[in-house]
């Protein structure tokens, strides 16, 4: 992970990760097959570290700590240069499957505060975990890979508040569908 931080995702090499662990390149190559997939698993692993998954017990006060974490991260210079990098990444072979794992990781984790505001009645059943989480988190990845405004406390309370508002609406569409096509499906 310091090899990625230090030297950014252009400068990463299985080389330079095998001589700073003091092992063999091959052993670095078992685990992991590419620079990318190298990449995205250290990327994993300082979120993992430096983000761990909120438990406050409330659904806004569960986004805002998990969005205000992935805002101190894009505040670091180097962890933003590692972020461009990634979202550079060509998405053809080993560069997709890698991103691919650590957005899978990353949303499998996060997805839980979902599910568990779910089970205390703070969302209705059916609220699609991962879209909400991507419209929590979502703009101020734009804001960092674009530069075009601060990554702040507003942007943390608007996210954390349109996420919400947004996994209600989406849920409440969802049964509403529901309840049509069960009504339709039954005069048929």
């Not at 030297?7 to 990463?12: A, E, R, S």
């Not at 001589?19 to 190298?38: I, K």
């Not at 992935?70 to 972020?83: F, H, M, S, Y």
Request: glycine content about 6%; hydrophobic content about 45%; charged content about 25%.
């Amino acid at each position: 992970m310091d090899c990625l931080l230090t030297d950014g995702l252009p400068g990463l090499t299985v080389r330079g990760v095998a001589q700073a662990a003091g092992v063999a390149e091959t052993t670095v190559y078992r685990r992991w097959p590419t620079v990318d997939h190298l990449a995205a698993a250290a990327l994993l692993k300082l979120t993992e570290a430096d983000n761990p998954l909120p438990d406050t017990g409330a659904l806004d006060s569960d986004l805002h700590a998990l969005l205000s974490q992935i805002v101190d991260l894009l505040n670091r210079p180097e962890i933003l240069r590692v972020v461009r990098g990634v979202a550079a990444l060509n998405d053809d072979g080993p560069a997709s499957s890698a991103k691919a794992a650590f957005f899978d990781a990353r949303f499998a984790d996060a997805t839980r505060l979902i599910d568990r505001a779910v089970e205390r009645g703070e969302l209705p059943p059916g609220v699609d975990a991962d879209r909400t989480i991507e419209t929590l988190a979502a703009p101020a990845y734009m804001r960092a890979l674009l530069e075009n405004q601060p990554l702040d406390a507003d942007l943390i309370d608007s996210s954390v508040a349109i996420a919400i508002a947004g996994a209600r609406a989406t849920a409440q569409s969802r049964t509403s569908s529901d309840q049509t096509r069960s009504s339709i499906n039954r005069r048929r």
